[in-house]
């Protein structure tokens, strides 16, 4: 007999299948509609995107309107694990939040975004938290040392970028 989850398949939590849906959702609108490039441009380059036709301030609008969106959903989806409700229960994980993504390959200039490889970052950001936590780091070294990975993680792009730029030319 089969307790506490169907016979034959695995448990998946029900958290998993939100932020899948909301991963889905986000990689298709960057790589499959025209809303999607045309937020890549303007955050890559506003006066272009502004010469171009696209209508800047409307695409800024939109940009922040999905941020609080899946920031409200993750915190709701937070809320819901912990199973308590306050205003500061995402603190812990401004930092990670912020890492994930640089580590996934989104560049802070704008105009590059990797659902799979924001996925993949934070997914690596929890690895090194919870290797540093089984360490004995405590919280307050903890946030420290994602500070080191992300400064080392940003002047690795910088240098990269440094490298790069008299080629393209």
């Known amino acids: 007999m089969c307790v506490g989850q169907l016979c034959g398949t695995p448990a998946v939590p029900q958290l998993v299948v939100f932020a899948l849906v909301a991963m889905a959702v986000t990689g298709w609108i960057y790589g499959h509609t025209r809303l999607g490039r045309e937020l890549l441009m303007t955050g890559a380059n506003p006066n272009a995107a502004e010469l171009s ?23 709701f989806l937070l ?23 640089i580590l996934g390959g989104t560049l802070l200039a704008g105009g590059v975004v990797s659902v799979l490889g924001t996925a993949l970052g934070t997914a690596v950001t929890l690895i090194i938290r919870q290797g ?38």
């Open 79 to 101: 809320a819901v694990s912990t199973g308590s409700f306050k205003a500061s229960i995402g603190a812990d994980f401004l930092l990670p939040s912020f890492l994930g993504p």
């Open 132 to 169: 540093l936590d089984l360490m004995g780091v405590g919280l307050g070294n903890l946030n420290i040392y994602l500070g080191i990975v992300l400064l080392v993680a940003l002047s690795f792009d910088r240098v990269r970028g440094m490298l790069a730029g008299p080629q393209r030319r």
């Open 53 to 75: 036709g696209i209508p800047t301030r409307a695409r800024i609008i939109t940009a922040h309107l999905m941020s609080g969106t899946l920031a409200g959903l993750a915190g």
